[in-house]
């Protein structure tokens, strides 16, 4: 028995295999509720230091990128006193002694 032909001709779009990942997902049809079940913290989950990456109770944030820090990673800036991360702050070891600065205020010191 022969194949039979195609019924759409040449003029058919070729089916290709697409590869479907999170980005895919969350904007697609129920995308807002599935940001909420996979992106979302659970309630009295617990943080993690984005620089020592220890879970504990972070409660204070980087005044500059808004990344959890604990209490022993945070640096106080010495000009406008705002806390920040590792990342984001700058030592300056002058005659003064040792300052913490804060990316903001780095930019002005010179």
Do not use: H, I, W
Not at 28 to 42: H, N, S
Not at 53 to 72: I, N
Not at 78 to 105: F, I, K, M, P, R
């Amino acid at each position: 028995m022969p194949k039979r032909s195609c019924p759409f001709g040449d003029a058919a779009p070729l089916q290709l295999k697409t590869r479907v990942g999170l980005r895919e997902l969350s904007r697609g049809v129920r995308g807002e509720e599935y940001r909420r079940e996979v992106f979302a913290p659970p309630v009295g989950a617990s943080r993690a230091c984005s620089s020592c990456v220890r879970t504990a109770d972070v409660k204070e944030a980087c005044a500059q990128c808004d990344r959890s820090v604990c209490q022993s990673c945070s640096r106080l800036c010495s000009c406008c006193n705002t806390v920040t991360c590792s990342l984001c702050s700058a030592v300056d070891y002058g005659d003064v002694g040792e300052q913490v600065l804060c990316s903001g205020c780095s930019v002005f010191e010179v």
